[in-house]
């Protein structure tokens, strides 16, 4: 079975809040176990975490050997003040404090670097992204100064431009990757940069009443074009599912993703090759060196 490229262990599919709760002050051992269980059951021995606050992905990779699961942290994710990203991580205001930060997931035993480069798809309106992104000159330097200290760099980030800056400052890997254009497609082509399109967070939401599904419906659509020219331009692409998102369980969540590219792609070896390639690029390339 694939391994889960994008997950949040800390969250629990249903409730952001709830989540938080139960972890606060305290990592709640148990739920992990639970998570790393409903993987494990299903022969899922990989997973790239998101990063969380609480210390919950930190914790976790602690005790990931008991089950016999290979387990990445980027401890917390990294956000600018006052831009999209606290819901999974920490915030700077200078390059220094960013500087500090990469150091304290190095002190962590983090295994990458997590960035959160733009905000993310508002559900009630398809084509917008919510929040400002952060600016050219400030990709470049987080992705070099990662770099630097030997870390590979996996970047939270939608919209085309965004993206396109991203992967020529050369980021490692584009998680969800909403709104792209051909350009940008070409782009990452051409640096071979890993796309992680964590469509379940998509599709899942199609049908759930949460918000309307015509809005849904279109993301969905403007998702699935984008992957088809992605595949026929050569992007390399990986499974990930941000599991432990709204309606994206922990261990089924990744058979959604599965289902997602198989339905936009088509099924066949081709396609199981590709994905298995770009895993196995991406395990090499989001670990401590
Ligand atoms: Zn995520």
Redesign the pocket.
């Known amino acids: 079975m694939f391994g889960e490229c ?1 997950a ?1 262990i800390f969250m629990n599919g249903y409730n952001y809040k709830e989540a938080v709760e139960l972890h606060r002050g305290h990592v709640d051992r148990e739920s992990i176990c639970r998570w790393f269980c409903e993987y494990k059951k299903r022969g899922v021995v990989f997973i790239r975490d ?1 990063g969380d606050a609480l210390g919950v992905s930190e914790y976790a990779k602690g005790i990931a050997g008991e089950y016999g699961i290979d387990y990445r942290t980027p401890v917390f994710a990294i956000h600018r003040k006052g831009r999209y990203g606290s819901i ?1 991580g920490r915030e700077f205001e200078t390059m220094k404090e960013y500087r500090e930060l990469v150091a304290e997931v190095k002190r962590r035993g983090g295994d990458f670097i997590k960035i959160m480069l733009s905000g993310i798809m508002d559900f009630n309106h398809c084509g917008t992204v919510t929040s400002i992104p952060l600016k050219k000159e400030e990709i470049c330097e987080m992705i070099h100064i990662a770099h630097e200290e030997g870390f590979a760099v996996m970047a ?1 980030v939608n919209g085309a431009q965004t993206v396109k800056e991203a992967a020529l400052a050369g980021v490692d890997s584009v ?2 990757g909403n709104y792209l254009d051909e350009e940008c497609i070409r782009v990452m082509a051409r640096q071979g940069t890993l796309w992680v399109p ?1 469509l379940a967070t998509v599709r899942n939401l199609i049908g759930c009443g949460r918000f309307p599904d015509e809005e849904v419906t279109a993301i969905w659509h403007r998702a699935a074009k984008n992957l088809r020219l992605a595949y026929r331009l050569g992007v390399p692409l990986a499974l990930g599912s ?1 599991a ?2 709204y309606l994206v369980p922990h261990g089924q969540g990744i058979f959604d993703e599965y289902e997602a590219f198989r339905e936009v792609l088509g099924d066949g070896e081709r396609l199981d090759g590709m994905l298995a390639e770009n895993e196995k690029r991406l395990k090499e390339r989001f670990q401590r060196k």
Do not use: K
Request: proline share 0%.
């Open positions: 994008h949040h998101g999974v939270h998680e969800h964590t941000d432990g998102a």
